[in-house]
């Protein structure tokens, strides 16, 4: 297990296949089976997130002290749990409050060492598991499958288990991953709600039987699924926060929002009904571990109570969310100044200047755009070594230059310069004789099958010219198409008979604007 420095969202990348090696004619092929199987690339993925966890016990001998007698995969444990149970919808988990909890675990373990060990420990298993020092923070493991030709195929598995997340007040939160929810509920790529269903229902069976030890468990790992649901609300809120049009609002979101409502009502009639026999269980039992089961399930049946509640608001807040974002998006005001054109605003007028005129503008440009300088040495100390420090001696012609590796790249354009050429030519019209497009295509079809194309597409770009940038590059010529309504009659084109032709642009009031600006 590595860390990763280009982490992907997707799940897994194909790495090139492992060719086989050429067998008897008479040899069996490897039978598809449980290689192809679904069920493997699960398993695979499965054992891939315990893997951090374990390799925190085999490196623990690289840490400078005696740390043997700790358990770092069941401290790392325990961080996913506290990281999961603390961290909030809006927020994640604070750092040192999971820290603070995670500390009593692990001075139990070796209660004679010192407090300071203790903090180091947790805080080493908790960083290992962001994977602080990695590009990315994330881990990636490579497993093979085979694929429906039989060839082995290697796969790289990329996963995180506790990343970092900006908070709404600017601060730095932790969150876990589905795939550290998985690590501790014991399955990967399980469907939210049907895991959530049947851990409630496997909860209430086993109360109703008064298998209170048990039946924690299982009400952990609801919790857990909840935990998770409400994951998958948040990315979708968070992705339609940053771009609307990334995110299918027209049928599985809101399709996810509609199980998810049924889901949670489903779950209150469940969970009230499961508090009522745990309390049932809490006051007829007389023996004090089953009373004190009872009253950790009491807490934890009420959290999932809250977090269910506090789901069932986001639900109802993201069609208003998204209805917002989209007016927010779509509707913004565009900006109130245009970008500079630096070949028409600034080169072409001050090419034909001679250089004492020239200096003043550009100087002015740059001393603008150039940006805020950082000065060389921003203490009296800084100051003194600059100046007391020898020049180095330099060669009279400058350092040796790398000869550059130059790779032609190939042509790959549909067009030739042949072809961009008959085109300009026949759409180089006089100023007072346009003509229509259909004509156009008509000769340009009597040249060459693959002119047409080029033709409709430099006309189609002529149906917005640019004449702001044409009457600053100084341009006398500018093809313009207009629609009036005539439809084309093409056997390969449709749409408009765009009317095309060429207009002459004002050459004084071009110099006049060149000598202004210079």
Not at 55 to 65: F, I, P, Q, S, T
Not at 404 to 426: G, Y
Request: aromatic fraction near 4%.
């Amino acid at each position: 297990m590595t860390s990763t420095a280009d982490h992907t969202a997707a799940p897994s990348r194909v790495r090139p296949t492992v060719p086989a090696a050429p067998s008897a004619p008479g040899a069996a092929r490897p039978a598809p089976g449980p290689a192809a199987d679904e069920g493997l690339a699960r398993r695979l993925k499965a054992l891939a997130c315990t893997a951090p966890l374990h390799d925190l016990d085999a490196r623990k001998v690289n840490l400078a002290g005696e740390y043997s007698a700790y358990a770092m995969a069941e401290v790392g444990l325990a961080a996913i749990d506290l990281v999961t149970l603390h961290m909030d919808f809006d927020t994640g988990a604070d750092r040192e409050l999971v820290l603070a909890r995670m500390l009593p675990r692990v001075a139990a373990q070796n209660p004679g060492r010192p407090a300071a060990e203790h903090e180091r420990v947790a805080r080493w298993v908790l960083e290992s598991l962001i994977n602080v020092g990695s590009v990315d923070r994330g881990f990636r493991a490579v497993y093979g499958t085979f694929g429906p030709d039989g060839s082995y195929v290697r796969r790289d598995y990329d996963f995180k288990l506790v990343e970092e997340v900006p908070g709404p007040d600017g601060g730095v939160y932790l969150r876990t991953t589905d795939e550290a929810v998985n690590v501790l509920v014991g399955a990967l790529d399980t469907d939210v709600t049907s895991a959530q269903i049947a851990a409630e229902v496997k909860l209430e069976v086993l109360i109703r039987r008064g298998r209170l030890a048990d039946a924690q468990l299982a009400a952990e790992q609801a919790r857990y699924r909840t935990v998770q649901y409400a994951e998958t609300l948040r990315r979708a809120l968070e992705a339609t926060r940053r771009n609307v049009r990334a995110v299918d609002w027209a049928v599985a979101v809101p399709d996810m929002i509609a199980e998810a409502l049924d889901h949670v009502a489903d779950r209150y009639r469940h969970e009230n009904a499961i508090l009522t026999n745990i309390r049932r269980a809490r006051d007829e039992s007389e023996d004090p571990e089953h009373k004190r089961r009872a009253a950790e399930l009491v807490d934890i049946v009420q959290d999932c109570i809250r977090r269910h509640t506090q789901l069932q608001t986001r639900l109802l807040e993201a069609g208003p969310l998204f209805r917002a974002e989209q007016d927010r998006q779509a509707f913004a005001a565009p900006a109130a100044r245009s970008g500079i054109d630096l070949y028409g605003q600034l080169l072409a007028p001050l090419l034909p200047l001679p250089v004492e005129r020239a200096t003043r503008p550009t100087d002015a440009f740059f001393a603008r755009g150039a940006g805020l300088r950082t000065p060389s040495a921003v203490r009296v100390a800084d100051l003194v070594d600059l100046l007391l420090t020898p020049p180095p001696e330099r060669e009279h012609l400058g350092a040796e230059l790398p000869e550059p590796d130059l790779v032609a790249t190939p042509d790959d354009s549909r067009f030739s310069e042949e072809q961009l050429e008959a085109a300009l030519h026949l759409l180089d019209l006089p100023a007072d004789a346009p003509r229509r497009l259909s004509g156009l295509l008509a000769d340009a079809r009597r040249q060459d099958p693959e002119l047409p194309y080029l033709v409709a597409l430099l006309a189609v770009h002529a149906a917005s010219p640019p004449v702001g940038t044409a009457y600053r590059q100084g341009e006398g010529r500018l093809l313009f198409a207009v629609d009036d309504g005539t439809p084309l009659r093409d056997p390969e084109f449709g749409g408009a008979d765009l009317v095309v032709g060429s207009a002459l642009l004002d050459s004084a009031g071009m110099a006049a604007e060149r000598a202004e600006a210079g």
